[in-house]
């Protein structure tokens, strides 16, 4: 995967950030969900860098991205911390200001840095995700069955640390392969990439902080803003008929976050970018170009 690109280990604010970077073109930082890692991007990434500066990241916590301790608060795993590793990164590469393109968790780590850094963003895409706060505040019966992880995660540690590190790779094919598509969105070497992280107790209990932080310091952060908007021009895409699309308006809860949101439904499920990368491609080329 990622033939071409160039590895790093860079220190974030507070974490080392593991990456690849590769192409040549405007800087276009990627950022992965949960269970995963960079690699999601592996079926996208190429292309992009035939355009695009590209550069993938491990959010910390997760894959070769280092672990540092939390506290009571999991502060150091809410997603302004986790954004601030991201500017460092992107700093440290020489990219003032740039595009983002993001999934799931990474999606929310890259809504908190176009706000906290609003002139560094040029534009946004997040992928099957509505905002965390218009989330938990529109908890249903149906949502909650639905993303039943995000409440089993953040009950006390260490219960469903104990529980993922008892089978982590029955747990995470499990999880993430019940879906329509099963498994098959995700190729050998990617699935090798994200299980082999996902067997560390230290990344279990790092993802765990991460869903903590987003039911409590998270959502203060976002109550604080004020009616603070993303600046930037945000494309929104989620799966066709997934739960976010069931269970949302998925464009109207955007909008009471960001200026200038579009997008829409894609034929595939949670894991678009590896079930359906052409969609994705076409879509992430068209905005980032600024065609859309």
């Not at 986790?82 to 393109?101: C, K, P, S, T, Y």
């Not at 609003?118 to 989330?135: F, K, Y």
């Not at 949101?261 to 499920?269: D, E, K, N, Q, S």
């Amino acid at each position: 995967m990622f033939d071409g690109f160039t590895r790093f280990d860079l220190p974030g604010d507070g974490a080392t950030i593991h990456g690849v970077a590769g192409g040549a073109g405007p800087p276009l930082l990627l950022l992965h969900g949960n269970p995963q890692t960079h690699a999601m991007w592996h079926k996208v990434a190429p292309r992009l860098a035939q355009d695009f500066t590209v550069v993938a990241t491990d959010l910390r916590g997760y894959g070769r991205s280092s672990k540092p301790p939390s506290d009571a608060e999991h502060a150091p795993y809410s997603k302004r911390a986790m954004a601030a590793d991201m500017v460092a990164v992107m700093d440290q590469l020489g990219h003032e200001r740039f595009l983002i393109g993001a999934h799931d968790r990474g999606a929310r780590v890259a809504h908190r840095l176009a706000l906290d850094w609003p002139q560094r963003v040029e534009r946004l895409a997040v992928l099957d995700i509505a905002p965390t706060r218009e989330m938990y505040r529109g908890t249903t019966e149906a949502f909650a069955r639905a993303y039943w992880h995000w409440f089993f995660m953040i009950q006390k540690a260490p219960l469903p640390e104990q529980m993922m590190a008892a089978d982590p790779e029955g747990f995470w094919r499990w999880r993430c392969g019940a879906g329509a598509a099963g498994m098959s969105p995700f190729s050998a070497a990617a699935l090798a990439d994200y299980l082999a992280a996902f067997r560390d107790p230290a990344t279990i209990h790092a993802t765990c902080e991460d869903y903590r932080a987003s039911a409590g310091i998270d959502i203060r952060h976002d109550d604080e803003d004020g009616g603070r908007k993303v600046a930037c021009p945000l494309l929104a895409l989620w799966s066709a008929g997934g739960a976010v699309d069931r269970c949302f308006d998925v464009l109207d809860l955007w909008r009471r976050r960001a200026e200038d949101v579009r997008g829409g439904p894609l034929p595939g499920g949670h894991y678009l970018a590896e079930e359906c990368p052409d969609a994705v491609l076409d879509a992430f080329l068209a905005f980032f170009k600024g065609q859309d």
